[in-house]
């Protein structure tokens, strides 16, 4: 019998949970899927605020997904301490996502999650931060969404070839 790995998690992290985090997390799954490596991957996602906590993902961020084929699953939850040891990796869709975390890791002496930009996985865009799309246009969900898939499918490449560092 073969030892098996046991799944990488990997956590999306934005404002509300509601438009770029839950975008992230459905990407990552559906490139994963599509490649029959569900087992390998535990994936969520959250919010530096609790303000949507329960809610689905907003409709405007739903569609522009389904127009694309990817299913929007999941409910907004707040981030927690306990994040930054139940995930491998918390991928920050911007530079004020980021420092929260950081500042959580301050005071958490146990966490252990490497907590990135996730920008810094994408390779066809030059953008350093995933912009928050909830007060824009239409433009801004499709925009979401070409950087998720940009940095997504990059970073399973990386894992697949045993190159994240
Ligand atoms: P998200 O977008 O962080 O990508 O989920 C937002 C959702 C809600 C709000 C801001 C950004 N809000 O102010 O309620």
Not at 13 to 25: H, Q, Y
Not at 90 to 96: L, Q
């Amino acid at each position: 019998m073969e030892l098996s790995e046991p799944p990488l998690r990997l956590l999306f992290v934005c404002l509300g949970n509601i438009c770029r985090s839950p975008s992230g997390e459905n990407v990552m799954r559906s490139l994963v899927e599509a490649e029959g490596l569900e087992d390998s991957f535990q994936i969520d996602s959250a919010g530096t605020i609790g303000f949507h906590t329960g809610n689905p993902p907003d409709h405007r961020m739903t569609q522009a997904a389904q127009n694309r084929g990817i299913e929007m699953k999941g409910r907004a939850r707040q981030v927690k301490a306990n994040d930054l040891i139940d995930f491998d990796w918390v991928f920050a869709m911007d530079h004020e996502n980021f420092s929260e975390l950081k500042s959580i890791e301050k005071s958490s002496p146990d966490a252990t999650a490497k907590i990135v930009l996730f920008c810094d996985f994408c390779e066809d865009h030059a953008e350093k931060e995933v912009p928050d799309p909830y007060y824009g246009g239409p433009e801004g969900f499709e925009k979401v969404l070409d950087l998720l898939e940009d940095g997504c499918s990059n970073f399973l490449n990386k894992w697949k070839e045993g190159n994240l560092s």
